[in-house]
């Protein structure tokens, strides 16, 4: 008797993990709803280092005013490198971090 009891439970529990994944993976199927469920946090803007590539925050990057354009680094090396490169007129303003 107890036997019959205990492989109903597992079969209930097997039952519902069943349906649990079905019902997400239908969830995951339909984009919108899940990001209104999950409350969809909003995208950080990201912006390339001209002289490794590598993309930074632009809130966490080192900056460089280059004439009416600014640029923005990943490291104090990547922006010596740049400086060096480019045009002697361009010089790190105070601050760099912001």
Known sequence: MIGWVLRAILFL?????????????ME????????QKA???KSVPL????????YVVRERALTLDAGKQTQYFCSERCRDQYVQRAAPAIAPRSGARR
């Open 13 to 25: 529990i097997v039952l519902r993990l069943v349906f649990r994944f079905i019902a997400s993976v």
């Open 39 to 41: 409350g969809k946090k």
């Open 47 to 54: 912006v390339k280092d001209p002289v490794c590539g590598t």
């Open 28 to 35: 995951g199927m339909s984009p919108a709803s899940s990001q």
